[in-house]
């Protein structure tokens, strides 16, 4: 056959995705009604989000290929681009669900007619088989689905072929919207199964490269390392029809390549791209750029209270009004995303995150250096992670300025992202550096649990006040129309701003390049790409 | 035919004693390549010992213009992103760049030659261990196991050093093991050792200074590679920490530019380093000429 | 047959030989790998893991096990051709290698027969005319070649030949999307395109070949150019092309007969240097053109300490350099004009 027209000839035929073992895509095509080619900067390492070692980018196999029992509706956001929308929850493979008056016993319908890609009709069976392997196989899965208090098999009953039951130890507003984030995915439990050995009974090894899933797409192809290939499932019910029958994944190591990449109209969409080329970008021609704020996420610079002058709350103090803010969300966020800084005096609303009363003042700072006794100053390094060195290595240099101007002589540290975790989030040791959490459920609780909580992973600078403890414990679970969550929150935020172990500098954006020729992209809080949506212009 | 010379033939004889600087004006007179290596050398060093004094802004100094400005009257070579000099960035960084070829090289270059010395004139044992280590290491992909080394002892100027060291160090094994081993029972190393002189002497005294002027040409070689291996360590984020400049890291963030248009980023720091690994060559081949002028013919 | 037994004798003692080499190199790249700072069960077990699952994460790969018994598993595993898992891509190591090795083969023999084919004459032209102008340009140029970083090459030949000017393909790896990558043969897409006879597709992967391989090409020019400029002088200034000049021979003939074969010798043993050397600036230019590379899969494992990833990595580096330098030492005995003689 005839190579160069293998495609065309391919799609005229009408030739199902099975009948395709390779592709063939007309450079033009980037831009065609068939097929969107999105360039990712990282790597694709499992399809199997519950696997050990599986890795962010693989997320979006999670997303694509795999349905939930719900989702999140979508809701236009100020600039009139499209974003999730946490208050409202949406039927995905479920069509309907019950919450008991107590709120501890979630029953669900499963859609009529729901079929995993084999044909084989979704039942509750296979929603209870894919929910005790998320809680079961341990790491991140497990840690997710507990943030939703679901941590046990026998949480999960499946009543009959269309009827799945969840039973909570206490009500928790956290649970239905926890079963929306990519983690409880259902998988085709039979076809798991019969790949599932004595050692590996989840079947981890098989679906690892095998995806069985509902959801709205298949993988096609997938070259670790190089691309993957998704194929439209036509038979998909759990949501509108997807615009592309295809969507290739490439990965493409180099930045300035990505964005050569989009600028040059070769491909559809460029995912994740730093700020500057954010700004860039929007001005050119044939490129649209959507950066959308992260829900729930700051970057932050946070002092460690295991070193010694950080102890003192008024050099932490001084350290949140040295900082040349303004200047850093110019030069490192090239002024996208939304500023932290130079909000009221009080904590007037719950909305998080918000503006903290601090901005640059250096005289305050050097006053509140001197009462703690450190008019001299002293020497600390500041780190950060290699791989957020796009904005926080400038972010670094203006801060060491600022310090510098209120005599802490800080030395910048750069640390290999293998080393972060370990150093700065596990075993909590570096006095000063810049962090990025961001928590995937859009409660201010949510975040408190995680980064003011001694001990949790992100409150990588040892804070630990009990009144905060206790305020986070008292709300997590509690819902947001109760009496007390607001002024709950409202003390956490009030707590947060004035001990300010964590220094909020900007709220960050997630950056998406498209050609023009590319519709319908829809943020989402896990920060993939969710192909489902896309569809030519 | 085996009494035919083979290539890598040597010259016995020891270099001639006539005086250095007329020889030099000489080869730079006859090589004007040569000459104009020697004039960027002079340069060099000269940046490398003033440079924070020749310089118009302090190299760490943000906001001393608007960020990321093309070169103008003000800042030569522009500005970076967070609206540093770039022109005093660039001749600041000349001293760390000479310090860490030329220690990395210096040590290198000693053990090696002990090494290889060593191996080549005893022969036996030394020579087989010292073979299967200079082969460990050759076997490795040469840049490879420096960013291993650095990944692992962590990424300061230190370690830089001896991650380069240490990779350069099977070269000058090698070379002197067959420069001595070559010299072993010439007639004047025999000349020696009945003269009464100590196995170390001769060795050390009489053969070893011998092997320099092919060393030269390597340590030239070399200290161009010590840079450019400096820059492309931090192309993946192992090099130097900032804000200290340094050239291969302004290359290689700059680099991040390209596509976007600022060019004065990446262009000014990248000639320097080019010019600079491009004089060390030039000089290579130009110390060869100086200290071994059978080759001038 | 004295010369073929010989012959074997003497590959069977140069494999002997690198035994105990990749020993050392498996110790040191053990070590290494256990030196590298970070967790990776930590790493691996994800940003939100707790201490439970990290240390389950830690068993399963090994980890909790002192460093020898670490050591000797890895060696019994090897013994039995297991590389491990890559953990930061979810392969088995010899499937990454497998894949990735003639990617990277690919781009390195290619860049160095572009780089020879370019070098050698180069070099013939200096060492015939020195100290001229031919001689100074020559070295002026190839000096040039070797004194810029690889990636900034690269990335300068893309912006200029991809972006700028639009001629070279999209940068996007070994083949343009809308191509089939030929059956794989030799896993050299070039090869296994021209085998199958597709023309067009071979087209395809030579223009994804040109800038990465112009770039290495650049860096490697130098060090064959000046060896075969060095080598030739030497061997035009020696007894034998003398007395072969004073006995009439033409110039032409003195020069590829006589000098040149002579030169090559010194030039093919500097290429197994050459090679180590390409392979390494390769990790950088991978990266830049998006190559599925085994460079740029070292990189990545060793920046998250995959331990595996990066042993099966070295390993088979290693591997390779035996195996090339024992291919050296038989080319060179074959263009030894000695070698007939004795034989």
């Known amino acids: 056959m005839d190579r160069r027209h293998f495609l065309k000839g391919a799609a005229s035929l009408g030739l199902g995705a099975s009948l395709l073992p390779y592709l063939k895509v007309l450079p033009a095509s980037a831009a065609s009604n068939e097929t969107a080619v999105v360039v990712i900067g990282g790597t694709i390492n499992s399809l199997d989000i519950h696997r050990s070692g599986t890795n962010r980018d693989s997320y979006q196999v999670a997303i694509n290929c795999y349905d939930r029992l719900v989702s999140f509706g979508t809701k236009e956001m100020p600039d009139g681009s499209l974003s999730y929308d946490f208050d409202n929850v949406q039927p995905e493979l479920a069509e309907s669900w019950e919450i008991s008056d107590d709120g501890t016993v979630m029953t669900f319908t499963i859609r009529e007619g729901a079929t995993f890609w084999d044909g084989k009709p979704v039942t509750a069976y296979d929603v209870k088989w894919s929910l005790d392997r998320a809680v079961s196989l341990g790491g991140f899965p497990t840690v997710q689905m507990k943030a939703g208090r679901l941590e046990s098999p026998d949480q999960f009953e499946a009543v009959d072929d269309r009827t799945f039951r969840i039973t909570l130890p206490f009500p928790s507003k956290l649970a239905l919207p926890d079963l929306a984030t990519p983690i409880p995915i259902v998988i085709n439990s039979e076809v798991a199964k019969a790949n599932a050995t004595d050692d590996d009974p989840w079947a981890t090894e098989y679906l690892h490269r095998n995806p069985a899933g509902s959801g709205a797409y298949k993988v096609a192809r997938w070259d670790s390392g190089q691309q993957l290939v998704y194929e439209r499932n036509d038979d998909w019910i759990g949501g509108e029809v997807p615009g592309y029958q295809r969507v290739i994944v490439r990965e493409v190591p180099s930045q300035s390549t990505r964005r050569a990449l989009i600028e040059r109209g070769n491909v559809s969409a460029s995912h994740n791209i730093p700020n500057k080329d954010a700004r860039e970008l929007a001005d050119k021609p044939g490129v649209k750029v959507v950066s959308t704020p992260i829900e729930n996420c700051i970057y932050s610079l946070c002092t460690n209270l295991d070193f010694e002058p950080f102890k003192d709350k008024r050099v932490r103090q001084a350290v949140a009004w040295s900082i040349p803010y303004q200047k850093i969300f110019e030069q490192a966020a090239y002024e996208q995303g939304v500023p932290m800084w130079g909000g009221s005096d009080t904590v007037d609303e719950i909305s998080w995150p918000q503006k903290s009363p601090y901005e640059e003042n250096i005289e305050k700072a050097r006053a509140l250096m001197a009462e703690a006794g450190y008019e001299d100053g002293f020497e600390v390094p500041l780190s950060f992670n290699l791989s957020h060195a796009d904005w926080a290595e400038p972010a670094a240099l203006q801060i060491q300025r600022g310090l510098e101007k209120i005599g802490i002589r800080a030395s910048i540290e750069k640390i290999p992202g293998a080393n972060w975790r370990t150093i700065a989030l596990v075993d909590k040791k570096l006095p000063l550096h810049l962090e990025n959490f961001g928590g995937w459920l859009n409660t201010p609780d949510y975040y408190f649990f995680w980064a003011y909580i001694k001990g949790n992973l992100f409150n990588s600078y040892n804070y630990d006040n009990p009144e905060m403890a206790k305020l986070v414990d008292d709300t997590l679970d509690m819902a947001m129309d109760h009496p007390d969550y607001e002024p709950n929150v409202r003390r956490m935020i009030e707590l947060a701003f004035d001990d300010i172990p964590r220094i909020p500098l900007w709220q960050p954006t997630l950056n998406v390049a498209f050609n023009d020729k590319v519709e319908g992209y829809e943020y989402w809080f896990h920060r993939q790409m969710d192909i489902r949506a896309l569809e030519p212009a | ?297 | 047959m004295p010369f073929m037994l010989d012959r074997l004798r003497k590959v069977a003692m140069r494999l002997l030989q690198a035994v105990p080499t990749v020993f050392g190199i498996l110790v040191v790249c053990f070590l290494l790998t256990r030196a590298l700072p970070g967790d990776p069960a930590a790493y691996f077990a994800g940003d939100m893991a707790d201490a439970e699952s990290i240390e389950r994460l830690r068993q399963e790969m090994g980890l909790d096990q002192p460093l020898p018994v670490q050591f000797l598993t890895y060696l019994k595993d090897l013994a039995g051709g297991d590389l491990g898992m890559a953990v930061s891509t979810g392969q088995p190591v010899m499937a990454e290698l497998a894949s990735r090795l003639p990617a990277s083969l690919e781009l390195t023999l290619g860049a160095l027969l572009l780089s020879f084919v370019i070098a050698v004459p180069l070099g013939v032209l200096a060492a015939t005319r020195p100290n001229t102008w031919v001689d100074h340009l020559c070295r002026f140029l190839v000096t040039a070649g070797v004194s810029l970083p690889t990636f900034f090459t690269g990335l300068v030949l893309m912006y200029i030949f991809y972006y700028l000017l639009g001629w070279a393909p999209a940068p996007m790896g070994r083949l343009d999307m809308m191509y089939l990558p030929p059956d794989p043969v030799t896993g050299f897409l070039t090869i296994d395109a021209a085998i199958a006879g597709e023309w067009e597709v071979l087209g395809a992967a030579l223009a994804q070949l040109a800038l990465p391989l112009i770039t290495l090409a650049l860096f490697t020019l130098a060090p064959i150019a000046r060896m075969t400029r060095a080598a030739m002088l030497q061997t035009l200034g020696s007894d034998f092309v003398r007395t072969a000049r004073a006995a009439g021979l033409s110039g032409r003939r003195v020069l590829v007969t006589y000098a040149f074969r002579n030169a090559l010798l010194p030039v093919v043993t500097t290429l197994g240097m050459v090679f180590s050397f390409v392979l390494g600036a390769n990790v950088l230019v991978e990266k830049v053109f998006a190559w599925p590379g085994i460079g740029s899969f070292a990189v990545e494992a060793l920046v998250v300490s995959d331990y595996a990833a990066v042993q099966g990595f070295v390993l088979s580096m290693a591997l390779l350099f035996v195996a090339l330098n024992l291919l050296i030492d038989v080319t060179y005995t074959l263009i030894d004009p000695r070698v007939g003689e004795e034989a």
Do not use: C
């Not at chain 2, 040569?34 to 906001?63: R, S, Y």
């Not at chain 2, 005893?122 to 082969?135: A, L, M, P």
């Not at chain 2, 320099?212 to 590679?225: A, C, E, K, R």
């Open chain 2, 1 to 297: 035919m085996t009494s035919m010379s083979t290539p890598a033939s040597p010259k016995l004889e020891g270099p001639t004693r006539t005086s250095y600087w007329q020889h030099l004006r000489h080869v730079a007179s006859e090589n004007p390549v040569t000459g104009v290596a020697f004039g960027l050398f002079a340069l060099f060093i000269g940046m490398a010992v003033f440079g924070p004094w020749l310089v118009p802004f302090d190299p760490l100094e943000t906001d001393v213009g608007p960020a990321l400005q093309a070169p103008s009257g003000a800042h030569w070579f522009g500005t970076d992103q967070s609206g540093r000099d770039v022109f005093s960035r660039v001749v600041v960084a000349t001293r760390l760049d000479l310090l860490i070829s030329v220690s990395a090289v210096a040590i290198s270059f000693v053990l090696g030659s002990i090494m290889g010395s060593f191996a080549g004139y005893f022969g036996g044992w030394t020579d087989r261990i010292t073979g299967r280590v200079v082969d460990t290491i050759m076997a490795f992909p040469l840049f490879v196991l420096a960013m291993g080394i650095v990944a692992a002892a962590g990424n300061t100027v230190e370690n830089i050093v001896y991650a380069t060291a240490i990779i350069n160090l099977p070269f000058y094994a090698r070379m002197a093991r067959a420069e001595v081993s070559i010299r072993r029972n010439a007639g004047f190393v025999q000349a020696a050792r009945l003269s009464g002189n100590s196995e170390l002497r001769v060795l050390f005294g009489h053969i070893f200074p011998n092997t320099l002027p092919p060393m030269m040409v390597q340590i030239s070689l070399n200290m161009g590679w010590a840079i450019l291996n400096a820059a492309g360590l931090s192309f993946i984020g192992l090099g130097v920490q900032p804000p200290t400049p340094e050239w291969g890291i302004m290359v290689a963030e700059g680099a991040n530019f390209i596509v976007s248009g600022e060019w004065w980023l990446v262009m000014f720091p990248g000639l320097m380093l080019m010019l600079a690994v491009f004089t060390f060559n030039l000089i290579g081949d130009g110390l060869r000429d100086l200290v071994d002028p059978q080759r001038r013919t």
